[in-house]
């Protein structure tokens, strides 16, 4: 049942497992804020959907620089 499980949602888990140790750190070390800790789980579990849905990079960062290049081109 979970081999099922991860095979089908792993970097789902993976990264809300992350996000779930990197927001119990905060609690332990810092402030208790639970509203943090939620943020840092969702974009836990929103960067392992994109690594499971997606075959390139999370962030098409090749493609911004083109764009800024592009923008901010001093002698057009």
Known sequence: ????????????????????????????????????????????YWIGVQKETSNGAIFPWQRLWYSLLERFRPFR
């Open 1 to 44: 049942m979970w081999r099922e499980f991860l095979a089908i949602y792993g970097k789902r888990a993976a990264g809300a497992a992350i996000g779930l140790f990197f927001g119990l750190l905060y609690l332990f070390v810092g402030f208790w804020d639970m509203l943090f800790v939620g943020l840092l789980v969702s974009i836990g």
